[in-house]
């Protein structure tokens, strides 16, 4: 996610005891609804939806927690961070999809939440991996490496992604299978979901596509999906003819900075240009978050 909302970050808040923090008074404070762990690297959680959020598929949040007192002042700063929107922007709840990094200063302590905690929401959704950010298009490839999945949940359960394309290609590349748990479990609902499939019909359902691939470990598919678009083998997997047109094909890449900036050269090798909010053109990138 782009770093430029740290400023926020430093925002004044009533200052309060962790525990305090967990029960009350906060101004942006969402209730926990649900905590899935899926690796001791990654978990999803739900909370409450300020009644007012609106937010267009594929945008995040500034979410956190109260930070430790400052050992001079004694006073706490809400710790925040850029956290993408995985639910459809249709659902009463907001789900999110975070890794855990032991000694990170956020997520060190997130990865504890429970439901009937209390988290920092800040309701701003920006973001620009949105439809609005891309031209026209027939075929929508979305590519994903570990939490840069979250955006796409979103996207994936919103009918417009469907109405839009013709087809819809979604990869996901992991270290391990265990990994790929997330986003296999959110392409089964999208394809079993009775509600869903009423919404964008059997038809919008076979627009489609999922391609998960590891790179640590044995699975059906292995590789970086840079490095599967590169040698062709993607395509020949998905049956479609090698490379991409900027006349057909649009990108959103949300990944580490190491993804982004390979894929940036791809896509532009094949004639895409990037877009964003202000200027829609035919691939947008964000950065996952990392910390
Ligand atoms: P690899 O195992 O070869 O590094 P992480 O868990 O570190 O965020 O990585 C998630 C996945 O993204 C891993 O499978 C990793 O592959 C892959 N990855 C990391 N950098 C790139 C890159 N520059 N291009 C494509 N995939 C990448």
Excluded at 33 to 55: C, G, Q, W
Excluded at 219 to 224: N, T
Aim: glycine residues 8%.
């Amino acid at each position: 996610m782009p770093s430029g909302h740290r400023p926020d970050i430093m925002t004044e808040q009533t200052p309060v005891t962790q525990a305090a923090a967990a029960k009350v008074t906060l101004p942006d404070a969402q209730t926990v609804t649900e905590v899935r762990h899926y690796t001791d690297r990654l978990f999803s959680f739900k909370t409450t939806r300020p009644a007012s959020l609106r937010f267009r598929s594929g945008e995040f949040v500034m979410i956190g927690l109260m930070g430790d007192a400052d050992p001079r002042t004694g006073k706490q700063k809400p710790l925040l961070r850029a956290y993408s929107i995985a639910s459809p922007s249709w659902d009463d709840e907001l789900e999110f999809y975070s890794i855990k990094v032991q000694d990170g200063p956020l997520t060190s302590k997130l990865q504890h939440i429970e439901p009937g905690d209390e988290v920092i929401l800040r309701p701003k959704p920006v973001g620009t991996l949105v439809h609005d950010a891309l031209l026209p298009g027939k075929r929508l490839w979305l590519f994903a490496t570990g939490t840069g999945f979250a955006p796409f949940s979103s996207l994936l359960r919103d009918p417009q992604t469907y109405e839009d394309y013709d087809q819809v290609i979604v990869t996901h590349t992991c270290r391990d299978v265990a990994e790929l748990t997330y986003s296999g479990e959110i392409i089964e609902k999208i394809r079993t979901d009775e509600l869903f499939a009423e919404l964008i019909g059997a038809e919008g359902l076979a627009k489609l596509t999922y391609y998960p691939t590891t790179t640590r470990e044995e699975s059906p598919k292995m590789g970086r999906v840079t490095d599967l678009l590169k040698s062709g083998e993607l395509f020949r997997d998905l049956g479609l003819a090698e490379g991409m047109s900027p006349d057909t094909d649009r990108a959103m890449v949300c990944g580490s900075i190491g993804l982004n900036l390979d894929l940036k050269e791809i896509l532009e090798g094949y004639g895409l240009r990037e877009g964003a909010n202000s200027e829609p053109a035919e691939y947008v990138v964000e950065k996952a978050f990392v910390g």
